[in-house]
C-alpha cells in the first residue's frame, strides 16, 4: 500500500491540470497503469486521493455495513460511487474534474496533502486555515500510536 507524506503546492493549468508530486508518483506502482482515484471528500471541503489498493479497502469497508442500511448507502454514495479513477499522464500530470475543482475550490493552485495511505487535495488557503486549527487543537490532546492488529 502506499504511503503518502508531506505538504506541496503545484500550479494547476487553465485546464484543470495539476502535477502529482513526484514524492507521490513514487509511491503508486509503476505497472503502465499508473492511476488515482479521486473523490470529494466527505468531511472536508477537499479532495482525497488513493491507490486501487485503498479504494477497494474502502469497498470492502463499506460493504460490511448492514446492506441498504444508511451507513452503506451514504458512504457508498458519498465515497465509491462519486470516485473517478484518473490517468496519471506521462509527465505525472493529473487532470482534476470541473465540479470536483469547484467543490474543493480549487483554481490556480492545489496543495496535496499526504495522509498515509491517502492524500488530500485542498486551496491553498483553505487548507492553511484547516492546519492551524487542527494543530491547536491537538496542543490539547493527548497522541497515541496504536498497535496494527495481530502485533503483540
Avoid at 17 to 35: I, K
Wanted: glycine share 6%.
Amino acid at each position: 500500500m502506499a504511503l503518502f507524506t508531506g505538504t506541496y503546492v503545484n500550479k494547476v493549468d487553465k485546464k484543470g491540470r495539476v502535477s502529482l508530486p513526484a514524492d507521490f508518483r513514487a509511491e503508486l506502482p509503476d505497472d503502465g497503469q499508473r492511476t488515482v482515484y479521486l473523490y470529494r471528500s466527505p468531511k472536508e471541503t477537499a479532495l482525497e486521493a488513493c491507490d486501487k489498493e485503498f479504494m477497494q479497502r474502502i469497498a470492502d469497508s463499506v460493504e460490511e455495513f448492514d446492506l441498504y442500511s444508511d451507513d452503506e448507502g451514504d458512504l457508498g454514495s458519498a465515497i465509491v460511487a462519486d470516485a473517478k479513477r484518473l490517468q496519471i499522464d506521462e509527465t505525472g500530470r493529473i487532470s482534476l474534474p470541473p465540479n470536483f475543482a469547484a467543490y474543493a475550490r480549487i483554481v490556480s493552485q492545489a496543495t496535496f496533502v499526504g495522509r498515509g495511505s491517502r492524500f488530500q487535495i485542498w486551496n491553498p488557503e483553505a487548507f492553511e486555515d484547516h492546519a492551524r486549527v487542527a494543530r491547536e487543537r491537538s496542543r490539547t490532546r493527548t497522541l497515541r500510536l496504536t498497535r496494527p492488529k495481530g502485533s503483540a
